[in-house]
């Protein structure tokens, strides 16, 4: 008999989801939809705001990835103003990025997915959270985690004004620089930091890639998908958080397209389904054919599975190491397996902090000269930076008076929403079977989501037309007493 199972809510995860899965007479799987049912509407607020209040709205689509909308307004806002930030600006801005970077890796890492690996995909539910894993690895390393990140958090307070919600990115500039007083903290850390990624890496080796079962699921066609690839890299093709050009690369890893943040809308379009609240971009140039990969499907990915294929190295030594041997393990370049981007986000957050302590070893750092004022009339600006879960793009329009007219948001989780469907309905088709179906089953089909670190909350801003909606009432005995409907 078919019959109807529905994952609400789904877990560990930024927002809210849901998972519909249709099974046959069989007990198969006929289909599974993985919904987004919230809405927002960020881009109908800033409509009628001054550009300069974007970096501090935007930030307040989400209290996990605040600082990727700054940093991603206030690169569009250097656009919008036609202004050159100082190269002292740029290189605190990268820097304060990439400890963002490291602070939300290791929470998605740790206390995200981490339990699926850590504890065990099947194990109870009621020990597949950070408790289970802090159980699992013991306190000393708990301690350690929660450590390494307070003194991250710590830092961006002092520079960003706030870890959530910072209030230091201006047009052309930074409000706030590195004081020479400052430095020996920022040098602690960053040591700590190469440490601590290190530190991940082996644990996530230890527990992961030395386990036959862990391996076969990564590997398994169950969680492959291939697709296109896109990131930020630098002129040399090296990862890069907060600056470049995007470069996409086709299911066989060859370079597709190179283009600037500008040239966006040339190759990226929006396509949107009746069942849910989020839009699904492609690659303009191939077209939607709907939920299908394959090279003659436009849909692509992006966070750090899509970073590590669409990049050329990664410009540090000790992550091009893990970097060379992730690809090395997983059969070459590209990785099409969505479950390796656990190990990918691991091998970033250690780039990170390299990149940290490369930073704080250039004499630029405390550079006074941190700003440089605008001049020009505002008409139109673009800011591109990598999210943690990927490519983020924000676009506005402007009156004379700097009055937002238009405000396009393409964010990370939206540029994955075709992949994460597809890779939804495709667990469920090849975990759930005669209609046999545990939790733990379940919890595997949600690990299919569970690896792109989705942020519904930023990723669902504008309707795609119309918005059903109904409305329950019920009485003090909970009695349905009235509907209302807007279909």
């Known amino acids: 008999m078919a019959r109807k199972i529905t994952i609400d809510p789904i877990t560990r995860l930024e927002g809210h989801g849901k998972i519909d899965i249709f099974l046959n007479d069989q007990g198969n799987v006929d289909r599974a939809y993985f919904q987004v049912p919230e809405s927002r509407g960020f881009e109908r ?6 550009a300069e209040d974007m970096p501090q709205i935007t930030s307040r689509i989400c209290g996990v990835c605040p600082t990727a909308h700054h940093m991603a307004a206030t690169r569009a806002l250097d656009d919008l103003y036609k202004v050159d930030p100082p190269p002292a600006a740029k290189k605190v801005r990268e820097l304060m990025y990439n400890i963002f970077f490291m602070e939300d890796h290791a929470l998605h890492f740790f206390f995200l997915a981490g339990p699926d690996f850590v504890v065990g995909p099947q194990a109870p539910k009621a020990e597949r959270n950070i408790l289970g894993v802090l159980g699992k690895v013991g306190n000393e390393i708990g301690l350690k985690v929660i450590g390494m990140r307070k003194q991250w ?5 002092l520079v960003m004004g706030k870890a959530i919600h910072p209030v230091f990115g201006l047009p052309g500039g930074i409000s706030r620089s590195i004081t020479k007083e400052d430095l020996p903290r920022f040098i602690k850390t960053a040591d700590e930091s190469v440490e601590f990624g290190q530190f991940a890496l082996k644990l996530f080796n230890d527990i992961v890639l030395k386990n036959p079962d862990y391996m076969h699921h990564i590997t398994s066609d169950t969680y492959t998908h291939k697709t296109y690839y896109m ?4 002129k040399n093709n090296r990862i890069n958080f907060y600056d470049g050009d995007l470069r996409v ?9 190179k283009f600037g943040g500008r040239q966006y809308l040339d ?5 949107v389904e009746p069942w849910s609240y989020i839009k699904f971009p492609y690659l303009k140039n191939i077209g939607w054919k709907g939920f299908e990969d394959g090279a003659d499907s436009g849909i692509f990915a992006v966070a750090p599975l899509a970073r590590l294929n669409a990049a050329e190295s990664m410009g540090t030594p000790l992550a091009q190491e893990n970097y060379e041997q992730y690809f090395k393990i997983c059969g070459g370049k590209p990785v099409h397996f969505t ?4 190990w990918a986000r691991l091998i970033e957050m250690l780039y ?3 990149r940290m302590k490369e930073l704080v070893a250039d004499p630029d750092i405390i550079n006074p000269d941190f700003r440089t004022i605008p001049t020009n009339t505002p008409s139109e600006g673009i800011g591109v930076v990598e999210a943690p879960r990927g490519t983020l793009i924000h676009h506005y329009r402007t009156d004379d008076n700097g009055i937002i007219t238009k405000a396009n948001l393409i964010v990370a989780t939206q540029n994955n929403a075709a992949r994460i469907a597809m890779s939804v309905d495709k667990a469920a088709r090849g975990l759930i079977s005669g209609g046999k179906v545990d939790d733990g089953i379940l919890n595997m089909v949600e690990m299919a989501f569970r690896a792109y670190d989705p942020c519904h909350g930023c990723g669902t801003h504008a309707l795609p037309g119309e918005m059903p909606l109904v409305v329950d009432i019920y009485d003090r005995d909970h009695n349905l007493v009235r509907q209302l409907r807007q279909d």
């Open 45 to 50: 607020f800033a409509i009628g705001r001054p």
């Open 267 to 271: 190759h990226m379009d929006e396509h």
């Open 231 to 234: 990131g930020l890299v630098d």
């Open 153 to 157: 958090r710590e830092l961006m307070n």
């Open 339 to 342: 479950l390796a981007t656990s």
């Open 249 to 257: 690369v086709g299911p066989d890893g060859k370079e597709y397209v």
């Open 352 to 354: 990170s902090a390299e």
